[in-house]
């Protein structure tokens, strides 16, 4: 094809993203074809509830607290930010004012979220029973 | 070593995201008010995004003064483009979401206004749907999207009900297989060209005369899979009725009119420069596309016998109407598709208020859905007054001279004839025609059969001033259209022309 | 002059809005009164108007554009000119008298506001569609006028057949209208405008068949207004509205917009005189067809009506025949005897206790002197008495007929006027006159209100004079119209047929008189007369209405039947039922809506996804093949 002169360096790395994505897609298919065959047909009870992060749900005494996701939620939220800290951090003299103001917006807007988070009670484990 | 980034102020232009910042105080106000003091009425923060969003509003004419004077506004290193369309889609965007804001203002209580977070994510999902518009870079056109579409998820949801939960659901994850066709487009994009700027792309595509084309045509049909699930184009319209029946009448309403400008603006930058370019293949699946949707859905709607689910049936049809006006892609055209949209936003969203006004709390015995056309039978006897304004909207939806679509629909077809679309124009003629056939049904059911029993005690429990008001304003709208539209032409072509479209 | 033009225009706009406003609160008299008021100032602007153009000006304004684009083009104008300030002076002045006699006519009713503003409004669409310098601003006047006169007709909505009046009108005058959208299409598409002064300067270059076709499409669309045979019946009918309404709609304006719209295209009319001659020949037929139907009527207001249709006829005659300005003048005249003639036939109404029957009457004048000689005058108008203001605008249609050689029409015409005048005077003389029969029904009447009658003055002293307006009146509008005097040139001839026209309607008002002016007794069907086959044929109105009805009507109803149970519920409802339950289907694999649909959703993009993406490889591979 050497029609398609794709001079772009990104090229290759677009190649190999489809590839994945298809290998990826192959795999779960395979997978799913094989356990098909191969699994052994058990009609037990507790194979056809609801899946629940290991958990059993129907041996369950109480559910898991969605309290729990929502920390995980804030938890995720909140790492994620470091990840635009980091390199702001290493470039901080380079960016300059302009870095910084930018910096302090974002971070006051995150800080406008926690103080809102925290308000209404999100950070405090609330017990079901 | 690297010099510091010395950034000018001035060069900046912050002004340009001057009305989007707006939206986003108000929600954080909103936000901070609350937490400051609990329990506030609803009717604080209906104000409060009101005089926001008029600020916006303010913000916006001035910028439209602006752009007549001097021509497209650049700001945030050419991330903001305020050019004509971004300026006319923001207003419609701000003036459709005044309309639906005082709804909240319901004489029974929902349980979505209790929480001011309604209020706040509204504001958010505004300020989503500007960034949409107001640039070219698809980067920022994702983000927006995003901001708005989870915004408008959990709107969605907080209407409290099982069948809410199920649409907000249904929506999020078909919302986040489009948006990641968007991005695989995006990323084809930005694979062929260097950059994620479209206008750039277009220059680059043209000096290499499309060589990629194969890599544009795919990316092309992530796009249009993206775009065809927000602008519900067959067959990634799945979701429509089903969200629109789970969410409150209100908010499908204004589902059906602000996304989908915001949609439409995006389309038309993405997709006109190829047209134009005379990209075959796109030429024929947008005429496909337009053809089916608009055909498929308005066949659909003929068979509900859920009024909402024939108005969601009936807004995709009308979607697949306006698209036309992409794939026609002249200046008459996209001046069409800003009219025809104005327009729409008012008699639309005066017919989803109709049905919000009657809102029931339970459903009762034999009824299957909220809105079934046996509600409406007979209602000139029981309400005259509201009768009369439902007919006039349907009236006006299904293209009856003299009220508002009428002339949004003979713009758009006038317009595909004089660019040579004979035949889409015969279609499009024929669409209306089939359309016609399910709004007067309804208009055969309030005006020429007997009331049910049951039925009237719902017909105005949900009514307030504002309620009625903003019916009101739609009525007026739609009625009075016909001396607005000359006017409103001549500013929407000036601002369309000038943005080059 | 612009502003008189604005405030003629809008007043009545306003009075309606205004009365509007009040529509659901009870009768207030100060609405009647604000109205009328109202309308006094667009008289008034008329009036100032009427002056300004009789000094030779015309007053043309363009109020705004309505829609321009590319080809498209529609101009909103007014147009001020010697004809349309005729109409506007007939209209502004009969339905001022006809808003303050309302006062009093509908004191009693509960819709007093609503009644003011239907008839505002229906002056508003009557001024915008006389005064409209286009087409398209004068169909817009036409279906106003349409819409007003069915809420005017159906005005007493509670009685079944004033809606049914009231719909069977509108119906008839939408398939009229639907002739005359025809004509105004075939218009545009061969001139490329609307505008009446690029309309009548092009139209001579078109060929003759369209001109034709023109001519025809927008005469249908005045028979359905002015009530031409074969689309009579309605008007007949619509004497179930009050009787202002009768007056001011179904006498004086409305109906006559058929005879305006043909003489405002006589630059169309012109080209194509055997339309013409069958517009007059129309004309003639139904001047006598409603005059002999008038004869055995026993409805005061119906027989009225068909007085009413067969005037039409006669301008129809002289439209027809060219001459446009003899049309317009009595249309002029007729507007305010037949006005009169009507309010007084309300009067009479009032006092009878809506009674209708004129044989129910009799010897009415003792209590109701003002109104016996109003309505008197008034028959001596319509028929033709000289000096009254008929005598001068009717004898000139049959001078018409006789110089432009149309013998036959000339006969029939002139046998009418007989007919004509035996009618009106059958009815004055059984209503007033005779003994006093109303009171076997013990019904005591009483003389309308004082302010009605004056209200009702200025109509009998214009009916009375109008003719000596004729010279000033010819000097006005042949400056639009073609100027033709007809002229019977030898003046024995002339004189002969005055004279004999003068003596024999005065001898069929002799008769009327002789016969009717002392009846007794109230006629039950029994006697010889009312068996026999013409009385019978003329007092079920040639069977036409009973022929609609078995012709299209009953027809009409069997097709829809068969439609509803072939068409719509076989093959409509089966396509559609087939649709749904094949969409139902797809959804009958996925029982478990929540997951299953949100799946089948999902898949469903990814389809899409997919059908894309190998149209674009299709299309890429197909493209480098022809490329390469």
Redesign the interface.
């Known amino acids: 094809m050497e029609?398609?002169?794709?001079a772009?360096p990104?090229?290759g790395?677009?190649v190999l993203?489809v590839l994945t994505f298809g290998a990826f897609y192959a795999t779960t298919v395979i997978a799913r074809l094989a356990s098909r065959a191969l699994a052994a047909k058990d009609t037990e009870k507790i194979k056809l509830t609801v899946y629940e992060c290991g958990p059993e749900v129907t041996k369950q005494p109480n559910r898991i607290s969605t309290q729990f996701y929502l920390f995980a939620l804030l938890f995720l939220l909140f790492d994620v930010e470091i990840v635009f800290m980091f390199p702001w951090a290493i470039d901080f003299?380079?960016?300059?004012w302009?870095?910084f103001a930018e910096m302090m917006m974002f971070i006051l807007l995150l800080a406008?979220g926690f103080?809102?988070a925290w308000?209404?009670g999100a950070l405090e484990w609330h017990n079901i029973k | 070593m690297l010099e510091p980034i010395h950034v000018a102020l001035g060069s900046l232009n912050i002004a340009t995201l001057a009305p989007m910042l707006i939206a986003i105080v108000g929600a954080l106000s909103i936000l901070i008010i609350d937490l400051a003091k609990g329990g506030l009425h609803k009717s604080l923060y209906v104000m409060i995004a009101l005089l926001f969003l008029l600020l916006d509003l303010g913000a916006l004419v001035d910028f439209g003064g602006v752009f007549l004077k001097n021509g497209t506004i650049l700001g945030f290193f050419d991330v903001m483009l305020m050019d004509g369309i971004a300026i006319l889609s923001q207003i419609i965007i701000v003036v459709g979401s005044m309309l639906f804001i005082p709804l909240a203002l319901t004489s029974k209580r929902f349980h979505e206004y209790d929480y001011p977070e309604y209020f706040a994510l509204f504001m958010f999902m505004i300020a989503g749907f500007q960034f949409m518009v107001a640039t070219d870079n698809l980067i920022m056109i994702f983000i927006g999207l995003e901001t708005a579409s989870l915004a408008l998820y959990t709107l969605i949801a907080l209407h409290n009900r099982s069948k809410s939960f199920e649409a907000a659901v249904k929506y999020f994850t078909m919302g986040a297989l489009a948006a990641g066709f968007y991005a695989f487009g995006s990323m084809i994009l930005y694979a062929i060209s260097g950059s994620v700027e479209i206008n750039q792309i277009a220059t680059i595509m043209a000096e290499d005369h499309y060589r990629n084309i194969g890599y544009v045509l795919l990316s092309m049909a992530f796009m249009i899979a993206a775009f065809g699930f927000k602008l519900s184009m067959v067959p990634f319209h799945t979701w429509t009725p089903d969200v629109y029946e789970g969410s409150s009448a209100a908010l499908a309403g204004y589902m059906s009119i602000v996304p989908k400008i915001a949609a439409f603006v995006v389309a038309m930058r993405l997709f006109e420069f190829l047209v134009h370019s005379g990209v075959a293949w796109l030429q024929v699946i947008l005429y496909i596309g337009v053809v089916v949707t608009m055909t498929a859905s308005n066949i659909w709607a003929l068979v509900q016998s859920d009024v909402k689910r024939m108005l969601a049936y009936s807004s995709i049809s009308h979607a697949g109407f306006v698209m036309a006006a992409i794939l026609i892609g002249t200046t008459q055209s996209n001046t069409g598709l800003f009219l025809y949209w104005a327009l729409f936003s008012f008699t639309n969203l005066g017919a989803f208020t109709m049905l919000w006004v009657n809102r029931q709390k339970n459903l009762i015995a034999g009824q299957s859905s909220d809105h079934p056309y046996e509600k409406f039978s007979g209602m000139v006897k029981t309400m005259p007054m509201a009768a009369v304004m439902m007919g006039l909207f349907m009236l006006s939806l299904a293209g009856i001279p003299p009220f508002g679509l009428f002339w949004g629909k003979m713009y758009l077809i006038g317009s595909a004839v004089s660019s040579g679309y004979t035949v889409l124009a015969l279609i499009m003629a024929l669409n209306s025609a089939i359309a016609g056939y399910y709004y007067l049904k309804l208009i055969v059911f309030m005006f020429m059969k007997e009331p049910i029993v049951g039925y009237d005690q719902y017909y105005f429990m949900n009514a307030s001033l504002s309620l009625k008001t903003i019916i009101g304003i739609a009525a007026v709208g739609t009625i009075f259209a016909v001396f607005a539209v000359n006017p409103l032409l001549k500013v929407i072509t000036l601002f369309v022309y000038n943005s080059g479209y | 002059m612009e502003l008189y033009l604005y405030i003629a225009l809008f007043a009545p706009l306003v009075g309606s809005l205004y009365s509007a406003l009040f529509s659901g609160s009870p009768k207030s008299q100060q609405v009647g009164i604000v109205a009328s008021g109202l309308l006094f100032t667009s008289f008034l602007s008329s009036a100032i108007l009427l002056t300004y153009v009789m000094s030779g000006h015309t007053v043309h304004v363009e109020m705004m554009t309505w829609m321009a684009t590319g080809d498209l083009y529609i101009p909103f104008g007014f147009v001020v000119d010697q004809v349309s300030v005729v109409m506007m002076m007939v209209v502004t002045i009969v339905s001022t008298v006809v808003h303050v006699y309302s006062i009093g006519y509908m004191d009693h009713d509960k819709g007093f506001n609503r009644f003011f503003a239907w008839l505002s409004a229906f002056v508003f669409s009557m001024m915008v569609l006389v005064m409209s310098d286009n087409f398209a601003g004068l169909f817009i006047g036409w279906e106003g006028v349409g819409l007003c006169s069915w809420g005017l007709i159906g005005f007493w909505y509670h009685k079944e057949s004033a809606t049914w009046a009231a719909n069977e009108a509108f119906i008839m005058n939408r398939i009229a209208d639907l002739g005359m959208l025809i004509g105004i299409f075939l218009i545009y598409w061969n001139v490329g405008s609307l505008q009446y002064d690029v309309v009548f300067a092009e139209i001579g270059n078109l060929q003759p068949v369209i001109i034709t076709w023109i001519g025809i499409f927008l005469f249908i669309g005045a028979m359905g207004k002015s009530a031409q045979f074969p689309l009579h019946t309605w008007l007949a009918d619509a004497m179930e509205g009050p009787t202002p309404v009768s007056a001011l709609i179904h006498a004086a304006t409305m109906v006559t917009a058929g005879v305006y719209l043909v003489v405002r295209s006589n630059a169309i009319y012109d080209l194509i005189p055997n339309v013409g001659i069958f517009i007059a020949s129309l004309g003639a037929f139904v001047a006598l067809f409603a005059a002999s139907m008038a004869l055995v009527n026993r409805d005061m207001k119906r027989i009225i009506a068909y007085s009413t249709l067969s005037q039409l006829g006669y301008m129809f005659v002289a439209a027809g025949l060219g001459a446009y300005w003899v049309a317009l003048f009595h249309l002029m005249a007729h507007a305010f005897f037949k006005a009169l003639l009507f309010l007084g036939a309300g009067n009479v109404m009032h006092a009878m206790h809506d009674e209708l029957d004129p044989f129910k009457m009799g010897g009415l004048r003792k209590v109701m002197k003002g109104t016996f000689v109003m309505m008197t005058l008034a028959s001596v108008a319509l028929a033709g008495i000289y000096p009254f203001a008929g005598f001068f605008s009717k004898d000139l249609i049959l001078e018409v007929g006789f110089v432009e050689h149309h013998y036959v029409i000339y006969t029939v015409l002139l046998l009418t006027a007989g007919l004509t005048a035996f009618y009106s005077f059958r009815l004055v003389a059984l209503i007033f006159h005779g003994e006093e029969r109303y009171k076997l029904f013990g019904i005591h009447p009483h003389e309308a209100y004082k302010f009605m009658l004056v209200a009702m003055s200025p109509l009998l002293v214009l009916a009375i004079i109008a003719g000596s307006f004729k010279m000033t009146y010819f000097q006005l509008v042949m400056n639009l119209l073609p100027a033709t005097q007809y002229h019977v040139h030898d003046q024995t001839t002339y004189w002969i047929m005055t004279i004999g026209t003068q003596l024999f309607v005065i001898a069929a008002i002799l008769f009327a008189y002789k016969k009717y002016a002392n009846w007794s007794n109230v006629p039950d069907g029994s006697s010889a007369m009312e068996r026999s086959f013409f009385y019978k044929l003329l007092w079920n109105q040639y069977y036409i209405p009973k022929m609609y009805e078995e012709i299209f009507a009953k027809p009409y109803a069997e097709l829809s039947r068969i439609a509803w149970k072939q068409i719509d519920l076989k093959i409509v409802d089966a396509t559609v039922d087939a649709i749904a339950n094949g969409i139902y289907k797809t959804g009958e694999n996925t029982r478990d809506i929540q997951n299953g649909n949100l799946s089948t959703m999902l898949r469903w993009m990814v389809v899409g996804l997919v059908v894309l993406s190998i149209l674009a490889v299709a299309f890429t591979v197909g493209y480098n093949a022809v490329g390469a």
Do not use: A
Request: aromatic letters at 34%; zero cysteines; glycine letters at 10%.
């Open positions: 029609h398609y002169n794709v772009n990104y090229f790395v677009f993203f003299k380079l960016l300059g302009f870095g406008i103080v809102y308000k209404k």
